[in-house]
């Protein structure tokens, strides 16, 4: 370990000093490729003619400032460089910054506009531009993102002509595992992935884990996303293939990502049946639990046994509530006891209710129809209540259910026609989750938790 770090620092040293030695060459390379051209256009650019750039040996760099040495660079025949669009608040401006002359910014933006919406440009946008061997404009290229470009070419009329281009994005599924510390988040951002990835998990098994409850540190995780990159560099993560959560409460569970027929994509188990149920189990992002449900609880208020019939989600007031499903409402005001109330009538007999809400959604009424994840509410401490939290009940034909354990259902199973391809392809995922070889693990080491591959 200690030669390898050892042998980095020497051969950075090296690759330093060597480039030290060579950058003087490449300018002088540079002085020498001038040549007459550019002695004309230090001219035009004002320089004093006895210190044109051809006339004094080695004075080029001292004679002109920084930004007439760009232009002659730009200028320069065959040259080709980038710039950035920059913070001008337009394509012409940006055009000019970019060395362009008035007819040519023209003839760029007549060949562009019924292509590029200007004003959709952004500083981070790259431009190209590209001059021929007389060192007239040539080629234009509008970069507004990684994965596509417009290209403007000079025809042999003269005239400007815009191509729109795609890139091609190399598309490679990788499968990486670590383990949880404290979240799948930094577990991901401590193998190089974002943490954001973390949303597929949350998503995938949405019906069947409850994380903030149930994930432990030590839990491990696999994932195959793909590597997305354009001419071999790296542009960003894509795809999420498969998602496997093996855990000391959860057990192991898996998902895949598939697009079956002309269905939307999204995560199945391994025998095809999709891992969203028709049921937000939570529906809303709460700090903690805090109280299940309970047909014999002890009331904190009442001081007697008073049945629980839902679960408590404590949040912080003005936290948004979702509609777990999709459904009718049946009624929105206050109840008693309940505060402020919204309940929801769904498909199956089923019925949900959300209570001590601070204030309930405008145009949620009786008879409103409402999505599943739309808000409906904000979580408050109306009603009898000892401090904000929202009160999710669940019935079904009229009789209280437990909405941890009765939310739990599956999807629906993918079309018959659809499930020997999806075997396939999970049987592929599979194989590759398996064989992820290194899987960070946890080890105790002088009352430290340290990270250690394992291979
Ligand atoms: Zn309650």
């Not at 309970?294 to 001081?303: E, G, Q, S, T, V």
């Amino acid at each position: 370990m200690l030669g390898a770090v050892l042998g980095a620092v020497v051969l950075g040293a090296l690759l330093l000093w060597i480039a030290r030695s060579v950058i003087p060459q490449t300018w002088a390379w540079m002085e020498d490729a001038l040549g007459h051209q550019d002695a004309k256009l230090a001219a035009d650019l004002g320089m004093p003619d006895g210190l044109a750039p051809a006339e004094v040996d080695g004075g080029v760099e001292e004679a002109l400032t920084e930004e007439q040495q760009l232009a002659l660079s730009r200028s320069r025949p065959n040259a080709r460089y980038e710039t950035l669009f920059g913070g001008v608040p337009s394509f012409r401006g940006a055009l000019l910054n970019a060395g362009l002359e008035d007819d040519e910014c023209a003839a760029i933006e007549r060949a562009l506009q019924h292509i590029v919406d200007f004003r959709r440009c952004r500083p981070e946008h790259r431009l190209v531009v590209e001059r021929d061997e007389a060192a007239g404009l040539k080629r234009f290229e509008y970069h507004p993102s990684a994965t596509e470009f417009v290209e403007v070419t000079r025809g042999e009329d003269g005239l400007f002509r815009a191509e729109q281009i795609r890139v091609k994005v190399e598309r490679t599924p990788i499968a990486r595992a670590a383990s949880v510390e404290t979240s799948i988040g930094d577990g991901l951002a401590g193998i190089g992935l974002p943490a954001g990835l973390a949303t597929f998990f949350v998503e995938a098994f949405e019906g069947q884990i409850n994380f903030a409850l149930q994930a432990r540190k030590g839990d491990v995780f696999r994932i195959i996303v793909d590597e997305e990159r354009v001419d071999g560099a790296f542009l960003r993560y894509g795809r999420v293939h498969a998602v496997e959560y093996d855990g000391q409460r959860t057990g192991k569970v898996q998902a895949f990502y598939y697009r079956a027929g002309n269905t939307q994509g999204q995560f199945y188990d391994d025998s095809g049946r999709a891992m969203q149920g028709g049921w937000l189990r939570t529906p809303l992002r709460y700090d903690r639990l805090s109280s299940r449900y309970n047909p014999r609880r002890f009331h904190p208020i009442l001081k007697r046994t008073v049945p629980h019939l839902g679960v408590d989600y404590a949040a912080s007031t003005g936290t948004p509530v979702w509609a777990a499903a999709e459904g009718r409402v049946t009624f929105a005001g206050r109840k008693g006891p309940n505060g402020n109330l919204v309940v929801i009538r769904h498909g199956g007999g089923f019925e949900t209710a959300y209570a001590h809400l601070h204030r309930i959604k405008g145009g949620i009424r009786r008879g409103t129809f409402v999505k599943q994840r739309e808000l409906i509410g904000f979580v408050g401490s109306t009603g009898r209540s000892t401090g904000p939290h929202l009160h999710f009940g669940l019935k079904k034909y009229a009789r209280a259910l437990d909405p941890l354990t009765e939310l739990n259902g599956p999807g629906l199973r993918m079309a018959a026609r659809d499930l020997p391809s999806y075997k396939d392809v999970v049987t592929d995922w599979q194989a590759r989750l398996s064989d992820i070889a290194n899987v960070p693990k946890l080890v105790e080491w002088n009352g430290w938790w340290w990270r250690r591959f394992r291979s």
